[in-house]
């Protein structure tokens, strides 16, 4: 009887160890597979100058789910009284001046060869300009996404090179945004990455 029980005892252990070492395989291949460079969540916010508290409480989740965050003529200190929310976030704000935090995103105010080249040799992807032709000549001729963030009630647009747009125009995204609001879109970077190459 004692012989039975420990022979159950050592399958059962085996049993666990089996299971324990294919968990232990699945918790790999996932964390490899969520490459956080994958897809990056951008929130666009599209404010219009009045009740900024209001418009962060709203979209507060969108907020939090974006990697990045564009946002235009928003004023330093709503930047600052809301740090806490913007603060393990990469940001790209434009106004009267730029504001950029982060590894993952940049600002280009021209289309200037040498420092979008050296933007490609950083291995970054996305970049916000505030010109729609020199974003889409940009993503044309470079593997970037370039982000230009409009005013309510003006086009905001995310270009992209012609091939991974749908219309095969250079447009990825494009909308004419209302007052006090957040636009999430996911960029696939792996496919720009392709780019690179």
């Known amino acids: 009887m004692i012989n039975s029980m420990v022979k159950i005892f050592k399958i059962c252990r085996e049993l666990l160890n089996k299971v324990k070492r294919v968990f232990s395989e699945l918790t790999k291949r996932t964390s490899k597979s969520k490459y956080a460079g994958k897809t990056i969540t951008i929130a666009i916010i599209h404010f219009d100058g009045q009740k900024f508290d209001e418009l962060v409480r709203m979209y507060k989740e969108e907020l939090k789910a974006a990697s990045i965050i564009v946002g235009k003529n928003i004023p330093q200190e709503l930047i600052k009284e809301y740090k806490n929310l913007f603060r393990s976030k990469d940001m790209a704000f434009v106004g009267k001046e730029v504001l950029i935090k982060g590894t993952n995103v940049e600002y280009a105010k021209e289309f200037h060869v040498n420092k979008l080249r050296s933007f490609e040799k950083r291995k970054l ?5 505030e010109d729609k032709k020199i974003a889409w ?26 091939p991974l747009t749908k219309n095969s125009d250079g447009y990825y995204f494009s909308k004419v945004p209302y007052r006090n609001q957040v636009t999430l879109i996911d960029l696939n970077i792996d496919i720009i990455r392709d780019f690179s190459k």
Not at 125 to 129: A, C, K, R, S, Y
Not at 140 to 162: D, K, N
Request: charged share 10%.
């Open 137 to 162: 000549m940009i993503s044309q001729m470079f593997p970037f996404y370039c982000v230009c963030p409009g005013e309510p009630f003006e086009e905001t647009v995310i270009t992209a090179p012609i």
């Open 125 to 129: 992807h996305i970049l916000v300009t």
